[in-house]
């Protein structure tokens, strides 16, 4: 499995991005799909994350009704739309994968990773 994530960028506070991350795969309908992310001089967080068929999704407390996941099988693709970002959401954003059980929050437990787009929140 190969993921590549892109969408990341400079944007002022309040404003909004979608990330998007590619994945191969012809199984691709099966994974469960996440988002994680590294601020600077901080570990690596999990944001979000979904089900295979997007039915069941899963946010950190802090981007609760600001950050929507989703995917799209058809095309292997999943998203983040990221509303009202704050200047604490600046990190690279990671998408990983795992190809089988249910949503985690751990990182360990995310067998494939893709490289990283950074996001940047500031005026």
């Known amino acids: 499995v190969q993921l590549q994530a892109s969408g990341g960028g400079l944007v002022q506070p309040g404003g909004s991005l979608r990330l998007s991350c590619a994945a191969s795969?012809?199984?691709?309908?099966?994974?469960?799909l996440a988002w994680f992310r590294r601020a600077p001089r901080k570990e690596r967080d999990f944001v979000s994350a979904?089900?295979?068929?997007?039915?069941?999704?899963f946010y950190v407390d802090s981007v609760k009704g600001r950050f929507t996941i989703s995917r799209d099988n058809a095309e292997n693709t999943v998203y983040l739309q990221m509303n009202s970002l704050k200047p604490e959401d600046t990190a690279v954003y990671y998408c990983?994968?795992?190809?089988?059980?249910?949503?985690?929050?751990?990182?360990?437990?995310?067998?494939?990773w893709g490289q990283g787009t950074q996001v940047t929140v500031s005026s």
């Open positions: 795969g012809r199984t691709f309908s099966t994974y469960v």
């Open positions: 979904i089900d295979w068929s997007g039915g069941s999704t």
């Open positions: 990983a994968a795992r190809t089988m059980g249910g949503l985690r929050t751990r990182g360990s437990e995310y067998a494939y």
